[in-house]
């Protein structure tokens, strides 16, 4: 894994590692801090504070893809401050969840944001994803900012932004972890942007809420990984400390098959959702969070005649 950069120069074990954090924080609250680690010459991976956040640096500015947690994005803008003197001129949101979205509002109002047309329109409702604790009302920052964040343009299929060496991609493969899924290619670098959909070694989140499926999940992930393979070296996952590989991806289909044809075979059993609930372990390699287990286990029972 790389060293991460950080505001601030220490020297630790011989290697040089710099961190970025909020100037100002409230009495009690942990420092805000978005770790840097630097993936090419001009493309970073900032961490901490919700979704991992990649940062590509053009001549023409910087394009920043997703913004984390409410009270991020100013953190992830300072982040940015420290590895270019480029002003952000685009932002990437690969999906509607709010650890990825929120920060939108802290960027100057000029930032082009880019979303799947899903997305776009999920933003507006800021829906509570299926796994998250029964609350009818959840948080909408952009109705709180007045609009300020939302989409500003979207794509239905694919989109090119920019040319030669500064060319990104946004791809869309289909219906999975929610029905908006943007992936971002970065074709001079052979690297991919997956986000949630791919969120590290965990069973991810199949939010019904926002259009995901359970189902379906694993054959959106081949075409990912269809693409990837003849395309990409490098995946930048949603929530994972270190970038994957193509392998970790066929791995990560074959978990989630796995999962879903267990559930399904327990439905046929005669099983019920909270009989899966609290018997269903992931296997070695992965973890899964109860509420996830619970709430993708519903879905696929849903999905499963």
Same mark, same amino acid.
């Given at each position: ?31 805000? %801090? ?8 001009n ?11 990649? @940062?590509?640096?053009t ?12 009270? /991020? ?22 999906h ?9 509002? !802290?960027?100057p ?9 899903n ?5 507006? !409702?800021? #829906? ?24 500003? #343009? ?5 989109m ?5 060496? !500064? ?6 493969? &289909? ?12 074709? %001079? ?22 259009g995901?499926?359970?189902?379906? +999940?694993?054959?959106?992930l081949?075409k ?6 003849k395309?990409?070296? @490098?995946? %930048?996952?949603?929530?994972f400390?270190?970038?994957?590989t193509?392998?970790d991806?066929?791995? +990560?289909i074959?978990?989630? #098959?796995? +999962? %879903?044809s ?13 009989? @899966?609930?609290?018997? /269903?372990?992931p296997?070695? &390699? ?7 287990? #619970?709430s ?10």
């Amino acid at each position: 894994m790389r060293r991460g950069i950080v505001l601030g120069v220490l020297l630790a074990s011989g290697a040089l590692t710099l961190t970025a954090a909020a100037v100002q924080q409230p009495a009690g609250q942990a420092p805000m %801090v978005v770790e840097i680690d630097k993936l090419k010459d001009n493309l970073y991976v900032m961490k901490g504070g919700g979704g991992n956040s990649s @940062v590509f640096i053009t001549q023409k500015g910087v394009i920043v893809v997703d913004t984390k947690n409410p009270g /991020w994005g100013q953190p992830l803008l300072d982040a940015i401050k420290k590895v270019t003197n480029q002003p952000v001129m685009m932002v990437v949101n690969t999906h509607t969840h709010g650890d990825h979205v929120s920060g939108n509002v !802290e960027f100057p109002a000029e930032v082009d944001i880019v979303t799947h047309e899903n997305t776009a329109a999920n933003m507006k !409702e800021m #829906r509570p994803n299926s796994s998250a604790a029964p609350n009818p009302n959840p948080r909408n920052i952009f109705k709180e900012n007045n609009g300020k964040g939302l989409a500003k #343009r979207t794509f239905r299929d694919t989109m090119t932004i920019g040319s030669g060496n !500064e060319r990104i991609e946004l791809r869309y493969f &289909g219906r999975s972890h929610t029905n908006g899924d943007a992936f971002v290619y970065f074709p %001079v670098h052979r690297v991919l942007h997956a986000a949630d959909v791919f969120p590290g070694k965990e069973l991810p989140i199949m939010d019904a809420n926002n259009g995901g499926t359970a189902v379906g +999940y694993a054959d959106t992930l081949s075409k990912v990984l269809s693409f990837s393979e003849k395309n990409a070296d @490098v995946i %930048v996952n949603g929530h994972f400390n270190t970038t994957t590989t193509n392998q970790d991806l066929k791995d +990560y289909i074959q978990f989630i #098959r796995g +999962y %879903v044809s267990e559930v399904q075979a327990a439905k046929k059993a005669g099983r019920s959702v909270d009989e @899966v609930a609290g018997s /269903w372990k992931p296997p070695a &390699g992965y973890t899964a969070q109860p509420a996830r287990v #619970r709430s993708n286990a519903q879905l696929v029972f849903n999905e499963t005649k």
